[in-house]
């Protein structure tokens, strides 16, 4: 049996039998970095150069509970030129394993309100419209996408720290604006029944308070 349909068949008895796998694989070619996550059935890939500091794409969705797993991709940067909507699973044999530290506010979060002038705007998290952030093990990655329409809105990741109530985003790529990498975006944090409560100020220096939720589908 080839490495990857053992890692295939390990893949879909952890899917079929624990309610949360979760492991982070990096890949490097030259000045160019993959960033591959599996995360309670979630699948996230990230690929972008370091320097200069250039976006090349991303990808997401739930992985099937197949033997030999697919990926249902719900955004796509590359939807344009490629029209996937569904990848075979990366082979991971390519990438190196990532030695796991859990950290606070790991998880799957869709925003999901902002305050603005002490007034909370809701956002039904149940819609084709989402913003998703992928915490894990230090690194951090938000996507704005359409479900249905495949539209890409935008994404930024990179790696993040959260400890005493203080969130910290080390931007390592920025869809929108490759200019802003490097920077670090600090916020106040606090977890209010569940619920992730975000405040300090976006990239763009605009004060922000969002609410983000645990994602449950």
Do not use: C
């Amino acid at each position: 049996m080839s490495p990857f349909l053992k890692f295939s068949a390990t893949l879909f008895l952890w899917l079929t039998t624990s309610s949360l796998f979760a492991q982070q694989y990096l890949r490097k070619e030259g000045n160019v970095t993959t960033i591959v996550q599996l995360i309670d059935k979630y699948y996230t890939e990230a690929v972008y150069q370091e320097s200069p500091p250039k976006f090349i794409s991303t990808k997401g969705g739930f992985i099937s509970n197949d033997v030999n797993p697919v990926v249902h991709l719900e955004y796509n940067s590359l939807f344009d030129q490629d029209s996937l909507k569904t990848i075979t699973l990366a082979d991971l044999n390519t990438f190196e394993k990532v030695d796991l530290q859990p950290q606070p506010l790991d998880g799957l979060w869709l925003m999901g309100g902002r305050m603005r002038n002490d007034v909370m705007t809701n956002r039904d998290t149940s819609g084709p419209r989402k913003t998703l952030k992928v915490l894990y093990n230090g690194r951090f990655q938000w996507i704005a996408f359409h479900t249905e329409t495949f539209a890409f809105m935008g994404t930024g990741g990179g790696s993040y720290s959260a400890e005493n109530g203080v969130y910290k985003e080390y931007i390592e790529f920025f869809s929108r604006d490759n200019s802003r990498v490097g920077a670090v975006l600090p916020f106040e944090y606090e977890l209010i029944n569940g619920a992730w409560h975000h405040k300090g100020k976006s990239s763009k220096g605009d004060p922000i308070h969002e609410i983000w939720v645990q994602r449950k589908d």
